[in-house]
């Protein structure tokens, strides 16, 4: 269980072992809080999705079946080819979240001072050492890394990466080791720094995104459009539809009951 206090003690945050928060107002009991990557959740990806692992199962079909190779095989290695192949997009989505993992760690105990080393992993090692190429090449004066968020306006909840002066601005910053960064990062730096301000009446000045590229250690660094609250809005759209998908399913349930 890990536990956050905010906005000076009266909030009271709770993540269980399944990611599931709770929070509690002044004392009050607890009630579920969804996060910002849920509520990001909601927007459709479905068709991108499906597209992306069509293209990692023909990937490893090409690897496993070359051209030019005569192939003969009992039926415990059909299956076993088989399991492998549908897998595929299972295994790569894993390797990524364990990759994107050992970076943020990384680049948290950097941030801190602390003695950080290299990972062993090359691809994990590419992204670290393009953060620290980013670093190299801008002024950045930490002021929070991996905080925990909550608003108590609009009741969600989050962790921003990075909060700092950089180049001389406030900014709020999400790390991606993607292989791009996309648009709903506008939502979800937003989502964040809005919380920020509300909790604790500071004003972010930008948002922006860095991607550390696994391949070849170089780095992305956009500052975002000045367009907070446009995307706020759209983020508070989907929230909306989070809620009322949530209790379209609990109606159902009752109904067919």
Same mark, same amino acid.
């Given at each position: 269980?890990?536990?956050?206090?905010?906005?000076?003690?009266?909030?009271?945050?709770?993540?269980?072992?399944?990611?599931?928060?709770?929070? $509690?107002?002044?004392?009050?009991?607890?009630?579920?809080?969804?996060?910002?990557?849920?509520?990001?959740?909601?927007?459709?990806?479905?068709?991108?999705?499906?597209?992306?692992?069509?293209?990692?199962?023909?990937?490893?079909?090409?690897?496993?079946?070359?051209?030019g190779?005569?192939?003969?095989?009992?039926?415990?290695?059909?299956?076993?080819?088989?399991?492998?192949?549908?897998s595929? $997009?299972?295994?790569?989505?894993?390797?990524?979240?364990?990759?994107?993992?050992?970076? #943020?760690?990384?680049?948290?105990?950097?941030?801190?001072?602390?003695?950080? #080393?290299?990972?062993?992993?090359?691809?994990?090692?590419?992204?670290?050492? $393009?953060?620290?190429?980013?670093?190299?090449?801008?002024?950045?004066?930490?002021?929070?890394?991996?905080?925990?968020?909550?608003?108590?306006?609009?009741?969600?909840?989050?962790?921003?990466?990075?909060? $700092?002066?950089?180049?001389?601005?406030?900014?709020?910053?999400?790390?991606?080791?993607?292989?791009?960064?996309?648009?709903?990062?506008?939502?979800?730096?937003?989502?964040?720094t809005?919380?920020?301000?509300?909790?604790?009446?500071?004003?972010?000045?930008?948002?922006?995104?860095?991607?550390?590229?696994k391949?070849?250690?170089?780095?992305?660094?956009?500052?975002?459009?000045?367009?907070?609250?446009?995307?706020?809005?759209?983020?508070?759209?989907?929230?909306?539809?989070?809620?009322f998908?949530?209790?379209?399913?609990?109606?159902?349930?009752?109904?067919?009951?």
């Open positions: 269980m890990n536990e956050y206090n905010l906005y000076d003690d009266t909030v009271f945050l709770t993540m269980d072992r399944n990611h599931v928060y709770r929070a $509690a107002l002044d004392g009050a009991k607890k009630l579920h809080v969804p996060n910002v990557t849920t509520i990001l959740g909601m927007k459709d990806k479905s068709r991108a999705m499906m597209y992306w692992q069509q293209t990692c199962i023909k990937e490893e079909f090409e690897k496993q079946f070359p051209v190779q005569t192939f003969k095989m009992d039926e415990i290695q059909r299956n076993r080819a088989i399991d492998t192949i549908a595929a $997009a299972d295994n790569i989505s894993r390797q990524a979240r364990e990759i994107g993992s050992l970076t #943020h760690n990384y680049i948290e105990l950097r941030l801190a001072g602390g003695d950080a #080393h290299l990972p062993s992993h090359e691809e994990a090692r590419n992204a670290c050492q $393009a953060f620290n190429n980013w670093l190299g090449d801008h002024d950045v004066q930490v002021m929070f890394t991996e905080r925990m968020c909550f608003s108590k306006r609009h009741w969600y909840c989050g962790t921003t990466d990075l909060v $700092a002066t950089i180049d001389g601005k406030l900014t709020s910053l999400d790390f991606k080791t993607s292989k791009a960064i996309y648009p709903e990062t506008f939502l979800q730096v937003s989502a964040y809005e919380a920020l301000e509300e909790e604790l009446g500071i004003e972010i000045e930008q948002r922006a995104s860095l991607r550390c590229d391949a070849d250690a170089s780095y992305e660094y956009l500052v975002f459009p000045d367009e907070h609250i446009r995307d706020f809005e759209t983020f508070l759209s989907l929230l909306r539809l989070y809620h998908d949530k209790q379209a399913k609990k109606e159902l349930k009752e109904l067919a009951a």
